[in-house]
T-cell receptor
């Protein structure tokens, strides 16, 4: 079974500062993928970034980077130079690379950017 | 990436009735997923729908309550049957395109049951 833990229910960050959202995971699979999604108040789920378990380098997508520490089973999302539009719920998720491809989600972190 | 649309975007329904939610994708995909997000909660997978076979339901979800159709590689429907206020949620479909690790989500259907 897979499990995702997000220990920060809410965070407040000053605009233009960097923010780190924590995510730890548990799995017995050797090959898996880790994801971060953003959910604004509109409810849509926006894919942000992906990290494969065998990727040696941390994934980056624009202002988003994923701090992947495999031995510690952590996959923290780093947002640089935060903007007001970054205020949203953020979900960490994972899936096995074998099996039915379903995503297992964490409980989410509500990020609020303060002007 | 895949472009996904859902209908309706939101609805308010009476308890005891049923609602069918449609999910349309702009490209052929093998696997489609239906998730539920109850108010203030995370997403939970209801079932996986493959074209040409019965949907696979997760623990806690049954076909009589959430029947799913998958008539072709670009379309699926989820029906929420005999609704109660506890079914008030956002229902999202998602797809995992072949040769892609990503999963893309539709805009969701906000359901309120009164």
């Amino acid at each position: 079974a897979q499990k995702i833990t997000q220990t920060q229910p809410g965070m407040f960050v000053q605009e233009k500062e960097a923010v780190t959202l924590d995510c730890t995971y548990d799995t017995s699979d050797q090959s898996y993928g880790l994801f971060w999604y953003k959910q604004p108040s509109s409810g849509e789920m926006i894919f942000l970034i992906y990290q494969g378990s065998y990727d040696e380098q941390n994934a980056t997508e624009g202002r988003y980077s994923l701090n992947f520490q495999k031995a510690r089973k952590s996959a923290n999302l780093v947002i640089s130079a935060s903007q007001l539009g970054d205020s949203a719920m953020y979900f960490c998720a994972m899936k096995s690379n074998f099996g039915n491809e379903k995503l297992t989600f964490g409980t989410g972190t509500r990020l609020t950017i303060i002007p | 990436s895949a472009v996904i649309s859902q209908k309706p975007s939101r609805d308010i329904c009476q308890r005891g009735t049923s609602l069918t939610i449609q999910c349309q994708v702009d490209s052929q995909v093998t696997m489609m997923f239906w998730y539920r997000q109850q108010p203030g909660q995370s997403l939970t997978l209801i079932a996986t729908a493959n074209q040409g076979s019965e949907a696979t339901y997760e623990s806690g979800f049954v076909i009589d309550k959430f029947p799913i159709s998958r008539p072709n590689l670009t379309f699926s429907t989820l029906t929420v049957s005999n609704m109660s206020p506890e079914d008030s949620s956002i229902y999202l479909c998602a797809v995992g395109p072949q040769a892609s690790y990503e999963q893309y989500f539709g805009p969701g259907t906000r359901l309120t049951v009164t």
